[in-house]
C-alpha cells in the first residue's frame, strides 16, 4: 500500500476529501457573510443559524409536505431567503447608521432564538435526513472510494460559488451592489432604489447559508446545534480571508477546509484549533486579512 | 472626588465642578444605603443566589470596562472567567494553596490570558474586534476540552472552599458570602479608580474619536492592551471566586454562552454605566433561575430579550433612566 509520510495513501485522501467538503461549507457561509457584510456593514451573527434553518426546512418539507431533496434544494434557500428579506425589512434597517456592534448583537439575539426554538421542539440531538437514492453509493475512483453525494456536495457548492461571484462581477444587478458597496449615497442619487438592494442583498446571503444547510443535511445529521458550531469557524475564516474581496472568502474558504483535513491526518489533536491558530498568525503578518484592503 | 482633577486631562472635560454639596450627600446616603443593602441581604434572601448575582456583576463590570470604556466589544470574556474558575478550583483542589491565594492564581491567570488574547485582538477593531476574541476565546474552549487537567466534560468537582487567611471557615455560608460580598466591592472599586484615572481618560477619549487619540501622540494600542488585560483580570477574580462559591469549574464558564451572556447583562443594565452591569446581572441571574423551574429554554428568552435591547432599550436599563426627564433633573448620568 502506497504511504505519504507514513500515512497510507486511502486515509489521507479520505481526510482531503472530508477536508474539502468541509471546505465548501467554509466557502459558503464565509461567500454569503463577506457579500452581506460589503453593502450592510454588518456582521451576520444569525449565518449560522440561518444554515440550520436551511437544513431544518429541508428536513420539515420532507416529513410534513413529502417534498423531497432536490425540490427542497430549490425551495429552501427561497423560503429561507425571504424570511431573511423580512427579517432585514422589519428590523435591520432600523439598525443602519448605528453602530455595526448593535447589528452583531440583533443578530446574536436571532440565532439564540431560533437555535432555542428548534431545541425545545427537536432537542440537541440530530434527525437523520437520508441521502437522495440517485446519489445513494459511491465510485470507486481507483485510487479510492468517493461516496457519490459527497463528490456532489463538492460540484454543487463549487457551482453555486462560482455563480454568485459572475451575478456580482459581471450582471447589472451586481454592478449596482459593487457600487452601493463602494458609496451608496452616490448610487441612490443615480436613481437606485438601495433599500430594496439591501433587503435584497441579505436575503441573498441568507440564501445561501439555507442552501449550504440543505447540503449538509445528509451528511452531518440535522441538528439545533449544527449552525452554532460551524459559524465560529467562519469567522475565524473570513478573519483569514479578510472581507473585501468575494473570491477571496471563497478560497480562503476551501484551503482552510482542506488545512483543517490533513491536520487530522498529521496531528489529530489540533484538527479543532487549526483554524484558529492560521487565524492568530495571519492577525500578526497582514492584520488586514489576505485578501483585505484597509 | 479632587484627584481628578490633578489628571492630565482638561479639567472642561469634566463636569464634576457642577456637583453641588447636595448631590454629594445624596451619593454618599445612597452608596451607604448600597453597602447595608449587602450587608443585611444574606438574611433576606437565600444566600447562594446572591453569591451568584455578585460574581456576575463583577464578572459584567469587568467587561463593562471594555465596551464602556474602551468601545471594545470582546465575544470572548468566557475564557477569562471560566480559565480563572479552572486555575483557582486546580489550585487549591490539586495544589491545596489556601483560598486568597487561589483566587490570586485566578485572577493572575485570567490576566495572562488576557494578555496573549488581547495581543493578537487589539490588531483589528470594530466587528473583527470581536469575532477575533470569539475565535481566540472558542479555541480556549476546545484546549479546556482536552487538558487534562480540567477533566474534560466532567470539569472539577468538590472543590474544596478552604480557611480564609488561615482562620476563616469559608464553609460556613454567612463567611462565604461576606468574603464574596468583600471582593465584589473590591473589585468594583478597582474599576472605579481605573475608569476615573488620568487612564480611564485616555481610554474614553480613544473610544470616542481614535484618530484625535492617536495625533495627540497617546500609544493607543498600549492603552487598548492595558485596559484589556485589566478587564480580564477581573473578570477572572470573578470566576475564581465563583469556583470557590460551587466548588465546581466546568466548561460551561468557558463557552461562548457565556460570553454572550455577559454581553446581555451589561447591554440591559446600560453600557458604559457603573450600576447597569451590576443590575443587569442581577436581573439576567434572576430571569435564569425562574426559568429553570419552568422548563421553558432560556436562549428563546435570551434572544428575544437581546434584539429587544437593540431595537428599543440600547442604553440599557440605567442609561434610559439617566436619560430620562426625572434622570436628567437630577443629573443622574454622573453617578450612576
Known sequence: ?294 | MAEIHTSTVPSDALDDRSVSKAEITARRLALIAGLLLLLVAPFLIYPVFIMKVLCFALFAAAFNLLIGYTGLLSFGHAAFFGGAAYFTAHSVKEWGVPPELGILIGTAGGAALGLIMGFFAIRRQGIYFSMITLSLAQMFFFFCLQAKFTHGEDGIQSVPRGHLFGFIDLNQPIAMYYTVAAIFLIGVFIIWRFVHSPFGMILKSIRENEQRAISLGYSVARYKLGAFVMSAALAGLAGGTKALVFQFATLTDVGWQTSGEVILMTLLGGIGTMLGPILGSAIVVMLGNYLATTGFPVTIITGAVFMICVLVFRRGVVGELAASRIGRKFGLARWL
Open chain 1, 1 to 294: 500500500m502506497n504511504t505519504v509520510f507514513g500515512v497510507p495513501l486511502p486515509a489521507l485522501l479520505g481526510q482531503l476529501l472530508i477536508g474539502l467538503i468541509n471546505g465548501s461549507f467554509y466557502a459558503l457561509l464565509s461567500l454569503g457573510l463577506a457579500i452581506i457584510f460589503g453593502l450592510l456593514r454588518m456582521i451576520n451573527f444569525a449565518h449560522g443559524a440561518q444554515y440550520m434553518l436551511g437544513a431544518f426546512t429541508a428536513y420539515l418539507l420532507l416529513h410534513f409536505a413529502g417534498i423531497g431533496y432536490w425540490p427542497a434544494l430549490i425551495l429552501t434557500p427561497i423560503i429561507v431567503g425571504v424570511f431573511g428579506a423580512v427579517i432585514e425589512r422589519l428590523f435591520l434597517q432600523r439598525l443602519y447608521g448605528l453602530d455595526p456592534l448593535y447589528g452583531l448583537l440583533f443578530t446574536f439575539g436571532l440565532a439564540l432564538m431560533l437555535e432555542g426554538i428548534f431545541r425545545y421542539y427537536y432537542g440537541a440531538s440530530g434527525q437523520p435526513y437520508a441521502t437522495p437514492p440517485s446519489l445513494a453509493g459511491g465510485t470507486n475512483l481507483g485510487f479510492m472510494f468517493l461516496p457519490n453525494y459527497r463528490g456532489w456536495v463538492v460540484v454543487a457548492s463549487l457551482l453555486v460559488c462560482i455563480g454568485t461571484w459572475l451575478l456580482i462581477e459581471k450582471t447589472k444587478l451586481g454592478a449596482y451592489l459593487r457600487a452601493a458597496t463602494e458609496n451608496s449615497t452616490l448610487v441612490q442619487a443615480f436613481g437606485v432604489n438601495v433599500p430594496i438592494l439591501l433587503t435584497l442583498t441579505y436575503g441573498l446571503g441568507v440564501a445561501l447559508a439555507a442552501f449550504a444547510g440543505v447540503l449538509a443535511a445528509p451528511i452531518y445529521q440535522v441538528s439545533p446545534l449544527m449552525g452554532s458550531n460551524i459559524i465560529i469557524v467562519v469567522f475565524a475564516v473570513v478573519v483569514v480571508g479578510g472581507m473585501g474581496s468575494i473570491l477571496g472568502a471563497i478560497v480562503t474558504g476551501y484551503v482552510l477546509g482542506i488545512t483543517e483535513g490533513l491536520t487530522k491526518v498529521f496531528y489529530p489533536e489540533a484538527s479543532n484549533t487549526v483554524i484558529f491558530v492560521i487565524m492568530a498568525i495571519v492577525l500578526l503578518v497582514r492584520p488586514a486579512g489576505l485578501f483585505g484592503r484597509e
